[in-house]
């Protein structure tokens, strides 16, 4: 019996998911970093490299995944307008993945996303539409798909189900295996931002599936509806104000968000990210935009409790995205003066930290 000939639209498909797969395949793996810690504290830390992949943050991951999810659903075919609500990293990478198949682009944002982040969206050939408020973004995006007769993609609601959370090289899975030959190969916490909530709902439930003892740490910003939202158990809870650190925390509990998965959540103040962001470089020589900085402000406070308990082992962590893209923001210390965001009080408290290992912010 002769196979049936596909469609026209299922051979596009299969070319397009070919494609990106082959994108994958050529990536390398991204670099766990072993951060340089005082020997007697007893304890590791690892970050993660997010920025290494080829479209320059975590989201690259995100991105990947909910192209492959379009694609597989019928949702994405030749021809089909890309629409996005983003602040910024995620549009960045769906831009790359839309080129890389030939498809238009248009990334619906705030007028305050980073210079360098709609850059680097035009450069892969993408299109920014402007609102004047966060919550406008979603309702724009969708208008916008419909009106053109493309696909939203919807990050806030497909991220937490769009990557396999059992394996299949997502990142928790990445980071169990780069971990193998180390003196702690089970950290004792995982620290991540929430943007969509997909990156902790993917790593809290793989660290079920699979047993492991580790807990998931969740960092949240100022005006960010995802630290109240998980301690008063209100899945509606919603701030009304931006968050002022670019890439995450939102102003409502978005559904990809997944509470149940994670054992702690701890609220950083912005300025607080800044100053950790700022302590990274001079610690390291990594320069890491401010999300990263909000994992590490996190990051030492949990490290700070284990010491405190006699505890041994590791904790790991992100670096979301590459300091360059906030030469004009969060490194730029005219415009850190202007919105209330100097770290001289916070980084007064990681010096304290560093030189005694005890936590007093």
Known sequence: METPACTPQRSWADWALRRIEAENNRSADTHLYAVPLPEDWGVQLYLKDESTHRSGSLKHRLARSLFLFGLVNGWISEGTTIVEASSGSTAVSEAYFARLIGLPFVAVMTASTSAEKIALIEEYGGTCHFVDSAPEVYDVAADLAATTGGHYMDQFTYAERATDWRGNNNIAESIFDQLAMEEHPVPRWIVVGAGTGGTSATIGRY???????????????????????????????????????????????????????????????????????????????????????????????????????????????????????????????????????????HAATLERFFASGRWDG
């Open 207 to 345: 660290l079920r599936y699979y047993r492991h003892p580790t807990q998931l740490a969740v960092v949240d910003p100022e005006n960010s509806a995802f630290y109240p939202g998980w301690k008063t158990g209100d899945p509606s809870y919603c701030t009304g104000q931006p968050s002022r650190i670019e890439g995450i925390g939102r102003s409502r509990m978005e559904p990809s968000f997944v509470p149940s998965v994670i054992d702690d959540m701890i609220q950083v103040p912005d300025a607080a990210s800044v100053a950790a962001m700022i302590h990274l470089h001079r610690l390291t020589g990594l320069r890491a935009g401010p999300s990263t900085g909000t994992n590490l402000w996190g990051v030492w406070q949990l490290m700070a409790r284990m010491m405190a308990d006699g505890e041994r082992g590791s904790i790991v962590s992100l670096m979301c995205d590459g300091g360059e893209r906030y030469e004009g923001s969060y490194n730029n210390p005219q415009w850190l003066a202007e919105k209330g965001l100097q770290p001289g009080a």
